[in-house]
T-cell receptor, first 113, second 112 residues
Framework: ETGVTQTPRHLVMGMTNKKSLKCEQH?????MYWYKQSAKKPLELMFVYNFKEQTENNSVPSRFSPECPNSSHLFLHLHTLQPEDSALYLC????????????FGAGTRLSVL | GENVEQHPSTLSVQEGDSAVIKCTYS??????FPWYKQELGKRPQLIIDIRSNVGEKKDQRIAVTLNKTAKHFSLHITETQPEDSAVYFCAASTPGNTPLVFGKGTRLSVIA
């Protein structure tokens, strides 16, 4: 699949579990983003990585831990989440020089029980 | 920082009618305004965008208008079809290669 691929598409986890979300982009981009999409709320930017370096962390709780091993892969490690963290988590990528033109993955629907 | 308000949150129209979604932004320096369409269970996809040096842009049945003085921009969909049913997001960004700030989204339902 070309573009931005996210796995898994759906995830159910308990509050004590540890899981990871994966994002991979095949567009040759060098900036990657994590967004949280909750019902009736704007897309919330969580993290931004440029050339594997984290450049933004929008006051995200430490129970969310991002990792960017290279420009094509982005992970979001989850531990001790809360039910209110249930949401659609979207990954996006862009060229660093054009951060306003982003391509999104299909998202991971996360449910925290 | 930038704040984007989007209205309405839900919109139902009859097939063939027009739909209009409006957004306002707070930062007068914003210069790029994209619109994304997200169908149920699918990724947000860019459908049209406009830059601050243009007042209107059209692509087939979709058009976007920008009023810089009033700091608002709108999405217009004419001759709506059931496949237009989706959530539409507006966004804005300022110069300096900043990330997008999104509106809350509008759920459009086109009734056949």
């Amino acid at each position: 699949e070309t573009g931005v691929t996210q796995t898994p598409r759906h995830l159910v986890m308990g509050m004590t579990n540890k899981k990871s979300l994966k994002c991979e982009q095949h567009l040759g981009h060098n900036a990657m983003y994590w967004y949280k999409q909750s019902a009736k709320k704007p897309l919330e930017l969580m993290f931004v990585y440029n050339f594997k370096e984290q450049t933004e962390n929008n006051s995200v709780p430490s129970r969310f831990s991002p990792e960017c091993p290279n420009s094509s892969h982005l992970f979001l490690h989850l531990h001790t989440l809360q039910p209110e963290d249930s949401a659609l988590y979207l990954c996006a990528s862009s060229q660093e020089s054009q951060r306003n033109i982003q391509y999104f993955g299909a998202g991971t629907r996360l449910s925290v029980l | 920082g930038e704040n984007v308000e989007q209205h309405p949150s839900t919109l139902s129209v009859q097939e063939g009618d027009s739909a209009v979604i409006k957004c306002t932004y707070s930062d007068s320096a914003s210069n790029y305004f994209p619109w994304y369409k997200q169908e149920l269970g699918k990724r947000p996809q860019l459908i049209i965008d406009i830059r601050s040096n243009v007042g209107e842009k059209k692509d087939q049945r979709i058009a976007v208008t920008l009023n810089k003085t009033a700091k608002h921009f709108s999405l217009h969909i004419t001759e709506t079809q059931p496949e237009d049913s989706a959530v539409y997001f507006c966004a804005a960004s300022t110069p300096g290669n900043t990330p997008l700030v999104f509106g809350k989204g509008t759920r459009l339902s086109v009734i056949a």
